[in-house]
């Protein structure tokens, strides 16, 4: 296989399938959808064929291709993946594929949908499979235009108007990269005056030695923007009001990967090229992140809205992955890309049934409900798998992410991981109270008429719920792969503070 | 033959969990196919773990295997799947696989035409693998992983009814209440791997040898001791286990007397090495279950829902093992945890078979002469009762007053006291319960009462034989056996007293007496002396009103604050981000009187603009490279 450009296949394979609904007849509805099925299913195969064959033994960057592009800036089309970013790309395709499936009623504008979400798949993969600086950057911004079309046009109006939903999201992601490009900007300078050779490749740029003031600064820059993209307390706002507007599948994806962005690049590009920065502003992000832990999963239990309890759900669990990242050390920053994977797929699946239940009861009011159990069983076993997850339970992906995570960040702050650990307790509380609310006591007989989840209803049901449950089960799959891809990074971190630039 | 049974242990949880998965994936529309998988991996499980029991015992003091698997594994953390057979672990096995498979058989009658027999039998399948997994756990993380499982499996069958509002409440409150204990014990989990930097029983016992910083080991004992306090449903955290009692009977014998209950229990004794070494943690734990003993024992004299009553003396014995534990009585409070597994599963399997033949009636004022209609269920009621309270020489008698006697030898005489008027207490409660329950002179529905099927009474007798005999495993007459294999080096095991032995049986016998005075010759009016106590009555009848005064504290503290948190979220937080998006609106306003449509103006626009640009970028570059 090594001649062939696995990648790159991975990565255009949604976008052919946005130019083959592109040509097709706009009420060829069954066309369109089939394209964008096999296309995501051909993208998740070979995903999954580079977990299997990343060599853990070889280690670092693996199928690797570069293709120069722009001489002057030191910018290539360079693609490679390690044990941190294979995570994310099959967390990518799961998502992609199930998206596919959760979105298969949409009737009207068909194709200006499936082409949208076809290009936001392709858009979210490239950040993670991209060593350039530069296309990782351009990838992100890509993301932003199919995200806003989207929820404008296919989106949902409650307590705000999807139009301000999708203006709110749109708005974050643009100041978040805004900050991001001027650290960019300002590191590419900086590299090209220490070394004298311009490059955005990220491997090059973090074995430079800069300044500690330098590094502080640029790293606040990129927390800030990367941050907001991982709703960092108090810039977190977007995201339940985001969520609610947007329509399922980008809820899926936004919540599942595109926010993962964040932290994956706090990892890859911060932490990697800015490890002195990453020192000093640390415990800012400790900080802000109990913020996201315990206040985000206290205002979850004054929700009705169950779109806005996920919304404020992941936020409250963003607040681990930051932690797992501020406290800088292999088995908390192991944690938080588990948690990433882990979080990503389990808020994939709860929207995913919360957009079923919506499509055929047009409510999204938990005490609209009671006893749903009673009429969907299948329904149910799905938000029980995802609320499960959610809580934290071993035998699900989330549980490996959330103990990794405390056992990491209890070495390095005491008190912090105390206050974030209570967040378990709050966690069950809400997410057992909606899901009582909604599918157990008594049967409600307006509700008859709903019909279980079905056929092509149930692809996100089975392939997300599999991800939780073998993740959790099997946890050494992904951890020996991410602890092979974290390892290099913290010992080239210890390597520089020893260097003697304190 | 040892050798290939023993490593191959790891069968008797994973039995359980195939048919969980089996029934789960495939098997659920076919409830006697499901019912049947899951009785034969049980009582499979039970049989393979005859042999591994006979290889521990096989050895002077007891055999110790130990088997593991990497499971999640990374520099600075381990947590492996292990299988640490010991005879603490032994004992787990036989107690907790003989009363399962007697559950799971005795629930084909209990549960007979219920639609949900399937999804009942997979989660009693789930059940059984998670806590036979806690129990063969060799690390701390594992015993985490399993405990929580058994945890959300309590949460499923307590709500198994779940279009009953209160079922769907009772689970809720279990799972949240048992959170809170867990979230003190995977502290104290952390705490150990922090500093020991392993999790494994072995080598924390190695690692702690030398340790000796109290300051530390006295918050990490106390924490990890908040995990068995949500399990075992001690005080204050015991307001989860009576409204667990909405789950089907079956359920409450086996998961809510019998074995989850009982794994904070075994917990402290797993980890004895590590609360022996700290007196204030073993002084803290004697208290609380002293306490949740008395407490709960004087609660059950009043009520009168008859899985209520057993619920609350369930607590109090819980109560009484952890006050075993706490004195430094290892062997008896695991002594106490057996013989009560036997004797309370018979009691509630009794209540069970009494509920179905009074067609769901739980209310014991409302039975009567049940002992004509229902001769087997009475006699095992009454077999279990008498072993409960400590009558010779059933087997709660030898247990019980080991408790007493360590309680008494361990110079905590208060809690000596305290035992004994516990043992009253449980007497009188219990008689009170068989007198008016099963030979009262009520005859309220009489007609419909009928004897249960063998299904149902055949596991009463079996377990009815081991609540008389099982008692023996431990008593003079087989040489304390018991003790000889479960142990600790740190433990207390004081030598028998027969003056001891012969007050708690007066004392037991004085509070049947006592309850058979008041309600069967009725020589003393029950309803005069409740209208002549009435504050006490009200305040026992109310639970203390804990329960009242946790959900008033919930209700300002977590959802008011709820509230509160969302409204600053709303207007403070988002209300920040508008007010910037107003301005820069207000601002855009302004700025569009420049959009007079002159291409000559935006022509001068765009110069300015790219000259300021430029001198912006010059300044920067400059000021970054510099």
Same mark, same amino acid.
């Given at each position: 296989m090594s001649g062939f450009p696995v990648l790159t296949t991975t990565l255009l394979v949604p976008l052919l399938g946005a130019i083959i609904i592109m040509c097709l007849p706009a009420d060829k509805h069954k066309s369109i959808k089939y394209t964008a099925a096999v296309t995501t299913f051909i993208s998740m195969v070979l995903s999954l064929a580079v977990f299997i064959g990343y060599d853990k033994a070889l280690g670092?960057?693996?199928?690797i291709e570069t293709i120069p592009w722009i001489k002057d800036l030191g910018v290539n089309y360079a693609l490679g993946v390690d044990g941190i970013s294979i995570p994310m790309l099959l967390l990518t395709n799961l998502i992609g594929f199930s998206s596919i499936y959760a979105s298969w009623k949409i009737e009207e504008r068909a194709k200006e949908f499936f082409t949208l979400l076809l290009i936001l798949i392709s858009g979210v993969m490239g950040t993670f499979i991209t060593t350039d600086l530069f296309i990782f950057f351009l990838f992100y911004e890509v993301v932003v235009i199919p995200i806003y079309l989207l929820v404008i046009m296919f989106g949902s109006t409650k307590r705000v108007s999807k139009e301000y939903a999708g203006m709110k999201l749109t708005i974050y992601l643009l100041i978040g990269s805004a900050f991001l490009l001027a650290g960019l900007i300002a590191l590419f300078i900086k590299a090209k005056a220490i070394s004298g050779v311009p490059s955005m490749d990220m491997a090059f740029l973090g074995t430079l030695d800069y300044s500690s003031g330098f590094q502080i600064l640029v790293f606040a820059f990129m927390a800030f923007g990367f941050g907001t993209l991982l709703s960092m307390f108090p810039f977190h706002a977007w995201s339940p009001d985001g969520y609610a507007g947007a329509p399922t599948a980008v809820s899926m994806i936004h919540a599942g990967v595109l926010k993962k962005i964040g932290g994956y690049g706090l990892i890859r590009i911060a932490l990697t090229i800015l490890p002195i920065g990453a020192k000093f502003v640390a415990p800012v992000i400790a900080v802000l992140a109990i913020g996201n832990v315990v206040y985000a999963a206290y205002i979850c239990l004054s929700q009705k809205d169950l779109k806005y309890i996920v919304g404020y759900s992941s936020v409250s669990h963003m607040g681990y992955v930051l932690i797992g990242i501020a406290a800088l050390n292999i088995i908390s920053i192991n944690g938080a890309v588990i948690m990433m994977f882990a979080h990503g797929v389990m808020a994939a699946l709860f929207f995913a049934m919360i957009g079923n239940l919506y499509e055929k009861s047009h409510t999204r009011n938990i005490e609209d409900f009671g006893g749903l159990a009673h009429q969907m069983p299948k329904l149910a076993t799905g938000f029980m798998i995802a609320g499960l997850a959610s809580l934290g339970l071993p035998g699900t992906v989330n549980f490996i992410g959330e103990f990794t995570i405390f056992v990491g960040a209890f070495s390095s702050f005491k008190v912090i991981a105390i206050i974030a650990i209570t967040g378990i307790i709050f966690t069950a509380l809400y997410i057992l109270r909606t899901l009582g609310t909604m599918l157990f006591g008594p049967r409600k007989e307006e509700w008859d008429h709903l019909q279980d989840l079905k056929g092509p209803e149930l692809v996100p049901l089975v392939v997300l719920g599999l991800a939780i449950i073998l993740g959790g089960c099997l946890p050494f799959t992904l951890m020996d792969l991410i602890t092979n891809g974290v390892e290099p990074l913290v010992a080239q971190m210890a390597l520089i503070q020893i260097g003697g630039l304190f | 033959m040892y050798e290939f049974i023993l490593p191959n242990a790891w069968l008797i949880p994973a039995l359980p969990f195939l048919a969980f998965a089996l029934i789960g994936l495939f098997l659920h529309r076919w409830p006697k196919v499901s019912a049947g998988l899951s009785i034969f991996a049980i009582a499979a499980a039970f049989i393979l773990s005859l042999p591994i029991a006979a290889a521990v015992f096989a050895e002077e003091g007891g055999a110790v295997f130990e088997f593991s698997t990497r499971w999640l594994s990374m520099p600075g953390l381990n947590i492996d799947m292990g299988l640490l057979l010991d005879p603490l672990t032994a004992v787990m096995l036989i107690v907790v696989t003989s009363i399962a498979s007697l559950v799971q058989i005795y629930s084909l009658g209990y549960m007979k035409g219920d639609p949900g027999i399937a999804s009942y039998y997979s989660y009693q399948s789930l059940f059984a693998a998670s806590m036979l997994g806690l129990v063969v756990a060799n690390n701390f993380g594992q015993m985490f992983v399993f405990w929580e499982l058994v945890g959300i499996c309590s949460y499923f069958l307590i709500g198994f009814w779940f279009g009953k509002e209160s079922a769907k409440n009772a689970a809720i409150k279990a799972f949240v209440t048992n959170r809170v204990g867990d979230f003190g014990f995977l502290l104290g989990i952390l705490f150990l791997q922090i500093i020991f930097g392993t999790l494994n029983f072995a080598g924390l016992s190695q690692e702690m040898a030398g340790y000796t910083n109290m300051a530390v080991l006295i918050p990490v004992a106390v924490l990890l001791f908040f995990g068995p306090m949500g399990k075992s449903a001690q005080f204050p955290l015991h307001v989860w286990l009576p409204d667990a009692m909405e789950g089907p009977t079956p359920v409450s014998a086996l #998961?809510?007397?019998? *074995?989850m209950v009982a794994a904070g229990v075994y917990l402290v004794a797993r980890a004895f090495f590590i609360f022996s070494s700290v007196p204030q943690a073993m002084t803290f734990i004697a208290v609380i279950g002293g306490i949740t003993a008395i407490f709960a024992a004087t609660i059950a004299i009043t009520q009168n829902d008859i899985k209520r009553i057993l619920a609350y003396s369930t607590l109090s014995q819980l109560g009484y093992m952890m006050m075993a534990m706490g004195v430094g009585a290892m062997t008896a409070g695991m002594f106490h945890l057996m013989t009560h597994a036997f004797f309370k599963s018979l009691l509630f399997l009794g209540a069970g078979s009494v509920i179905v033949a009074m067609h769901e009636e739980q209310d014991i004022w409302k039975m009567g002469n049940l002992y004509k209609k229902m001769p087997i269920t009475t006699w095992t009621f009454v077999i279990g009762a008498l072993s409960l309270c400590g #009558? =010779? =020489?059933?087997a709660g008698f030898w247990s019980k007053d080991e408790i007493l006697l360590a309680a008494y030898a361990s110079g905590n005489t208060g809690l000596y006291v305290l035992g004994a008027l516990v043992a009253f207490l449980t007497a009188f409660y219990m008689f009170r319960l068989i007198f008016v329950a099963f030979f009262g002179s009520n005859t309220y529905g009489q007609e419909k009462a009928h004897e249960n099927s063998g299904v149902m009474t055949i596991p009463l007798i079996i377990l009815a034989i081991a609540a008389v005999f099982a008692g023996f495993v431990n008593s003079p007459l087989m040489h304390h056996a018991f003790g000889h294999f479960v142990n600790n080096p740190a433990g207390i095991q004081p030598e028998p007293s027969t003056a001891i032995m012969i007050s708690s049986t007066l004392i037991a016998l004085a509070g049947i007496i006592l309850a058979w005075v008041i309600y069967q010759k009725k020589l003393i009016s029950h309803e005069a002396l409740r209208d002549k106590y009435s504050v006490i009555y009200n305040l026992l009848k109310n639970k203390y009103y804990v329960d009242e005064l946790y959900a008033r504290l919930g209700d300002i503290f977590v959802f008011g604050a709820a509230r509160a948190m969302f409204w600053f979220d709303i207007h403070v937080v988002n209300g920040l981000v508008n007010g910037i998006a107003f301005l820069t609106g207000k601002s855009g306003d302004v700025l569009?009187? *420049?959009?007079?449509?002159?291409v000559q103006s935006y022509a001068l626009y765009m110069v300015a603009g790219i000259m300021i640009l430029v001198v912006v970028a010059t300044i920067a570059a400059v000021s970054v490279i510099v």
């Open positions: 670092g960057m693996q199928f | #998961i809510h007397a019998a *074995t #009558i =010779p =020489p059933l569009r009187y *420049t959009e007079d449509g002159q």
